[in-house]
Structure formats: structure tokens, C-alpha cells
């Protein structure tokens, strides 16, 4: 096994190679800047089997790409969370807009359902509870012994699992809810846009509106409110989920796994 201390793409590409890695394990945040400074083509990955997204959605362009650069590997998913191990998850085998578009089917022992839009999990691998916290137990399982993962998906009918959002993250505007990671992922895919997040900011008369944080890609030009919204309108998304604002970072807030902290973004935004 082969650990990278700190992610930069440059690191992660000459580890790949270095140590001719048969899979890895990694997010959309890591492979994607990967992608986009074209280190998959100046570095060696024909040892790589496999690379396994997971740790956020991942859409499905971007696993196809980095899919299209291994020579010899495919890209599969996996879900999990600190409470559980691991899921869900595709298998090497599966069709390509399985491994793609889903988390694949739930692993062994485990079961996934899904109420009301909410992704609820129960099987051998998930925990009895929260240490010394009857009461966040008792919130996060349901009478019949679910899990209540906080996550909105969709199975298909063949049991394979697809993200949707994370409740904490859905848009309230004017009533009409909505996830904003499908938006995220066009935005994500405009030229200059290294990373986008949407997040709410409150609203007298809606409740809340979206505000678009944006980190603009090395040495191409900033995106802007009317280029997103153009390209949101190319795409057919509703003008409901349209960001109607937009601000510009540097360098976005992430945890060391490479998730964006949106409660760091609604704090900037009460600034």
C-alpha cells in the first residue's frame, strides 16, 4: 500500500507511476485537476486495474474521462461513511454507465433503501451508535432499526445507487427545493472554473437564494455571473436552480480529503 502524506496532482501522478499502483483510491477533487493539467497523459498509469471514485458525488463525464486516459483500467465507485464501511459499490464488470453513473449495487450484507429521497442503510458492517450520545442515536435510526444516512439518492431497478445531494445541502427557494450538484458539475465543466460550490444566503422574500463560489482555473480568464448563467441556460436547467450571485476565491476551503466546507462558504457570505 502506498500513502500519499499531502495531495498535490503532481505528487499523486508521480506516485501512481513510481510505484506502478494496480488501483487507487482517490476523489472527483483529485482526479479532475489531474485531468485538466493533462498529467494522465505525461505520466505512466498502465498499471492501474482500477481507480475508484468516491468521497463525493462524481459525475459521470468526469469518470468516463479519466476512464478514457487509463490504458489498460476502468473507473468504478464506492460509497461509504465513518459509520459504516463500505456501502455500495460498482463492480469492474459492470457496464460502463454503471460504473460511471452509480455507486453500484449495495455490498454484501449490507441493504440500502430509500425513503421519502432519503438513503437509508442497515447490514453487518454499519455501528451500533454514537459513543455517549443516546440522543444523536436515537435521531439518526428509525423505528425498524435504518440508518438514516443524511444523503438523497435514487436506486434503479437493479439496485444500483445514485447520489442526489446531502439534505444539509438542499436549496430552499421560495418553497421549491432543490440539490445543487447537478448544477455544480456543468458549472465545473466551463473552461476557466477549477471548482465551483453552490450554497444559500438568506432572502427576505424567497427564504433563500444561491450564491455561486467560484475557484477560476491557472491563468484562464475568471468566470462570470452572465457566462454561468448562459451556459446553465445551453444546458436546459430551470431558472429556479440559476446561482444569483457569484463570488470568486482563490483557493476554495477543503478538508484534507478534498471536500468542500460550505459551512466555511455560508460563513463568507455573512461577512
Not at 25 to 42: C, N, S, T, V, Y
Not at 120 to 142: C, D, H, M, P, W
Request: glycine letters at 8%; a positive charge; one cysteine or more.
Amino acid at each position: 500500500m502506498s500513502l500519499l502524506p499531502a495531495f498535490t496532482p503532481p505528487d499523486l501522478a508521480k506516485v501512481i507511476e513510481k510505484h506502478r499502483a494496480s488501483c487507487v483510491f482517490a476523489g472527483p477533487a483529485h482526479f479532475k485537476p489531474l485531468l485538466d493539467g493533462g498529467l494522465l497523459e505525461r505520466h505512466d498509469f498502465s498499471s492501474l486495474r482500477f481507480a475508484c471514485l468516491s468521497g463525493s458525488p462524481v459525475p459521470p463525464e468526469l469518470a468516463a474521462a479519466v476512464e478514457k486516459k487509463l490504458p489498460g483500467g476502468k473507473t468504478i465507485q464506492l460509497w461509504g461513511m465513518t459509520e459504516l464501511q463500505a456501502g455500495s459499490f460498482s463492480r469492474p464488470r459492470d457496464p460502463a454507465e454503471v460504473r460511471h453513473g452509480s455507486a453500484g449495487a449495495a455490498t454484501p450484507g449490507t441493504e440500502l433503501r430509500v425513503v421519502d429521497e432519503r438513503l437509508q442503510v442497515r447490514g453487518i458492517s454499519l455501528f451500533s451508535g454514537y459513543l455517549k450520545n443516546e440522543k444523536a442515536t436515537r435521531e439518526a435510526f428509525t423505528r425498524d432499526g435504518w440508518f438514516d444516512t443524511g444523503d438523497t439518492a435514487e436506486l434503479s431497478a437493479a439496485g444500483h445507487l445514485r447520489f442526489t445531494g446531502r439534505v444539509k445541502e438542499i436549496i430552499n427557494r421560495g418553497g421549491v427545493k432543490y440539490s445543487p450538484l447537478d448544477v455544480e458539475a456543468i458549472i465545473d465543466r466551463m473552461p476557466g472554473v477549477a471548482r465551483s460550490a453552490i450554497v444559500p444566503y438568506p432572502d427576505a422574500v424567497l427564504g433563500e437564494r444561491a450564491c455561486v463560489f467560484v475557484q477560476p482555473a491557472p491563468g484562464a480568464p475568471a468566470a462570470t455571473l452572465e457566462a454561468i448563467m448562459r451556459e446553465l441556460d445551453r444546458a436546459g436547467v430551470a431558472k429556479f436552480k440559476w446561482p444569483e450571485r457569484l463570488e470568486l476565491l482563490q483557493a476554495m476551503p477543503l478538508t484534507p480529503t478534498q471536500k468542500v466546507m460550505r459551512g466555511r462558504l455560508r460563513e463568507l457570505l455573512k461577512r
